[in-house]
């Protein structure tokens, strides 16, 4: 079965600093991988995909995921962080032919003035 | 509508009581999900429905708990004989198969606490 690792569950940066929130899957012939954030008291808003073609794609807000295939990693990154950024990030993969969306358990990102 | 609508927002209940929560997905959105979120957890999933059918419910814990679609639109998840273990946020998604890859948009949620 398809599963995710977030490696770290709470990431604390100061503002403008960069950062880079780690996420693993388990192999599989084929993937789609999302990056989902939740705010304070909110849903889960997308963040970024990837489904194929290029793999470094950028989402909103100014973040960017790389897909590493032999490396099973799909990392989000953004090179300078504000404090509005602070909240939980979930990683999720679907394997190709099944409808089903596995999340890692998520990382905390808090920033720091 | 706009987005993914879900009733209650917050449910407070006994132990061994009913609950019902409601999921009104986007307007002509074919798939609908429903996930739970635990304290401190990502999502997980529960049950995915494809138009009125459940094509996957592999993810239902136990037989308290149920979830229907009759009219391929709004769907209810129904949980008998609560247990404080059921305490979590339930989650609904609901995503149109021609956007490809299955990309799911969530709503904000039903908490629900079991005393």
């Known amino acids: 079965a398809q599963s995710v690792t977030q490696l770290d569950s709470q990431v604390p940066v100061f503002e403008e600093a960069p950062v880079e929130l780690r996420c693993n899957y388990s192999?599989?012939?084929?993937?789609?991988l999302f990056w989902y954030v939740q705010y304070p008291n909110q849903g889960l808003q997308l963040l970024l995909k990837?489904?194929?073609?290029?793999?470094l794609v950028k989402g909103i807000n100014g973040f960017e995921a790389e897909f590493n295939k032999s490396q099973t990693s799909f990392h989000l990154r953004k090179p300078s962080v504000h404090i509005s950024d602070t909240a939980e990030y979930f990683c999720?993969?679907?394997?190709?032919?099944?409808?089903?969306?596995?999340f890692g358990k998520g990382t905390k990102l808090t920033v720091n003035p | 509508g706009a987005g993914v609508s879900q009733t209650p927002s917050n449910k407070v209940t006994e132990k061994g009581k009913y609950v019902e929560l409601r999921c009104d997905p986007i307007?002509?959105?074919?798939?609908l999900y429903w996930y739970r979120q635990s304290l401190g957890q990502g999502p997980e999933f529960l049950i995915y429905?494809?138009?009125?059918?459940?094509?996957?419910d592999s993810g239902l814990p136990n037989d308290r708990f149920f979830a229907v679609r009759p009219e391929g639109s709004v769907s209810t998840l129904k949980i008998q004989r609560t247990e404080r273990g059921d305490s979590a946020v339930y989650l609904c998604?609901?995503?149109?198969?021609?956007?490809?890859?299955?990309?799911?948009?969530f709503g904000a949620g039903s908490r629900l606490t079991v005393l």
């Open positions: 999720a993969v679907r394997s190709g032919g099944s409808e089903k969306l596995v």
């Open positions: 429905f494809q138009g009125t059918g459940a094509a996957d």
């Open positions: 990837y489904l194929s073609g290029s793999t």
């Open positions: 998604a609901s995503s149109s198969l021609s956007s490809g890859a299955n990309v799911l948009t």
């Open positions: 307007s002509g959105h074919t798939a």
């Open positions: 192999s599989s012939v084929s993937v789609y």
